[in-house]
């Protein structure tokens, strides 16, 4: 008999199948496709920026505090598996088509908003440090 059914075998439903076998529950995970690829595989494991300290919203706040949780789970999971999971707190790049879109202006005025360091940069210094970016860059 199984103590606990979870749908979803995803980044979460994972962690959750985890954190409950650690407890010493039965646990069975169900999904229609292999476990970790869907939705986990689709967003490629990314978690966004955050800014505990800037956070201004019970959202963001929430947002800010899961990724500080998840860097020290992702190590605590590492030593206790043996099993590096390629966790790495990096920056990321957002490459913007024009510049002058409504959407874009959004994107930067609420990552300044909430705390998070960004460099803009014009499209030729950008492909010098990523070569192989679209010429429509």
Known sequence: MVDVNI?????????????LAQQGLSVAVFDRQELGQEASWAGAGMLPP??????????????????????DWSSRLKDESGVDNGFLN?????VA????????????????Q????????E???L???VPFLSSEV
């Open 127 to 129: 492909r010098e440090q």
């Open 50 to 71: 955050a800014n505990l300290q800037a956070a201004s919203t019970p959202a963001l706040q929430l947002r800010a505090a899961s990724q500080r949780m998840w860097a």
């Open 114 to 121: 909430t705390g998070v360091v960004l460099e803009e940069y």
């Open 97 to 112: 088509l024009r510049d002058d879109s409504a959407d874009w202006k959004a994107y930067v005025a609420e990552w300044r």
């Open 7 to 19: 749908v979803g075998g995803g980044v979460i439903g994972l962690s959750i199948a985890y954190e």
């Open 123 to 125: 499209s030729a210094s």
């Open 90 to 94: 990096c920056g990321g790049l957002h």
